[in-house]
């Protein structure tokens, strides 16, 4: 009997929480996550606890960007 085998990838993902200067989370806020080296761009938005996620990413060098309603 074989033991299971996965292929490698080359896949990473970007998680976070966005917070305003007083540490309270921005649920709604738009985010803009760039890849530097192709230019393919993601969007997707915080959940209601401030989170966000970017799963599947190919390796490499990104930018987010994040805008919200009341901040600049």
């Known amino acids: 009997m074989q033991a299971p085998t996965w292929a490698q990838q080359d ?12 540490k309270a989370v921005i649920g709604g806020a738009n985010m803009t996550i ?9 969007a997707t938005v915080t959940n209601e606890a401030g989170n966000y996620a970017a799963r ?10 994040v805008e919200a309603a009341g901040f600049r």
């Open 11 to 22: 896949l990473g993902s970007i998680t976070g929480r966005i917070v305003d200067p007083s």
């Open 34 to 42: 760039t890849n530097q080296g192709t230019g393919v761009k993601l």
């Open 56 to 65: 599947s990413l190919p390796y490499g060098n990104y930018q987010i960007g």
